[in-house]
């Protein structure tokens, strides 16, 4: 594996594709830290140092798990990617679902420029989606004490000192233009870097709590220094055991996120000419976590609006707040709520997007049939039969990694919010799992061509073939050189600013 790594730098266009991938990741996080106009950065800065020095056994240590993964933090720190790319998430899904309901979007991307056009209306769309939800940024930003996320803000200073309309027409428009700045980004990444643009987007965004989740276990575990009472050298053996915990629960995701049963298909023989055709047996692989992780976002997404709702309309009616915390992942009702949520979307995502008799038609066709069923309707009913029970082991694997944070925070003292539990289970898990393994198995492919070992010595790296597609060449030289020599100047005016702000 380590000579693979080392093989990537030997490939001129793969190592093009890094180096571009990396520079855009660089922009994307520094996006993060540039704060919205009219927003005073002094009182975000107190408000960070305080979250950071926060008793992780209280669930508002950790930031929300949703707004981290698609934000990356830029809301808590009221950047220009505040909305992250939340909202291009939002409307592909809504247009794929449209896509699999509605016939006249089904036989437009049929069509051979019908992709082009659903393309241009999931854009569309985003831009109507982020002008709501960055409306509702600048009033959240006017009175941050109704978020969670924003709770206790108000206590370091004013959060915007001269608000008046312009300034949230101005808020507005930033926070869409940070968006769509990230959607062309990850475009960007898509064609001409490594992976999928708009996945690596939402990896990096967790990556990025990563260190602040170490610092928070160190001192909880190890130093002892907040609300443990003192260190305790037997607490030390609950972080090596979270350690190993970690590892099996990232090789239990990765063996049931690639599990798939494998329908055996058996072509008809024909001849055409001289040459014989058909006769073989092939596979139709059908998996057993075929939603991946869109049931535990739309679960998480559907949880997320009431305790949203009741802190605008109620902010301080007591009933509204004992519901709100229950709703937050602090009570049971979070996750029974939860795991109903994500069986309901498991069954609804395989119902839209899995086609058994269009598959069954396209087998009688091409004369393929399963061993032992008839073509036709037998082979649609015995394929829907298949994927009923293969979505009800992937909607119960599902749903144990939603609540293993829970889990795991009641035996160590934990809240479910907390920020070291963040990387247990839950989407995080699943989408960084996914990405890596898409990353890996498009770098291997890439080393392969060229006649260099893939990662492993004895098969291949398994990943999702539908994320592999590059429909563009890598980055030029030139456009390279320019590129870092921009990150450079980012990253020197960056820490001259920091430097600055620590020495005053």
Known sequence: MISAFANTWRIPELRDRILFTLAMIIIIRLGVHVTLPGVDGTVIKAYMDSLAKMDPTNAAAGLTAMLQIFSGGGLQQAGIFALGIMPYISASIMIQLMTAVVPKMARLAREDNGRQKITQYTR???IGIAVVQGYFVSRTLLHPE?????????????LVPDPSLLWQVLVTVTTVAGTMLLMWIGDQMTERGIGNGTSIIITVNIIASLPGALVQAWRYFVTGDVATGGANPFRALWMVGLIVLLLVVIAGTISLTQAQRRIAVQYAKRVVGRKQFGGQTQYLPLKVNYAGVMPIIFASAVLSLPPMMLGWMFPNAGWATKLQNALTGQGTPYYVLGALFIFFFSYFWVATMFQPSQIAEDLKRNGGYVPGVRPGKPTADFLDFTMTR?????AIFLTLTFVLPALVGAFTGLQPGSLILQFFGGTSLLILVGVVLDVMRQVETQLIQKHYD?????GKVKGRYDRLAQTGAAASKTALVYLWTVVAVLVVVGGAVWIYNKSH
Request: charged share 15%; aromatic share 20%; proline share 4%.
């Open 146 to 158: 109704t978020m969670p996320y924003l709770q206790g803000i108000k206590d370091f200073g004013v």
């Open 454 to 458: 893939g990662f492993l010595r004895k």
């Open 124 to 126: 569309y769309l985003t």
């Open 390 to 394: 293969l979505t009800f082991a992937g």
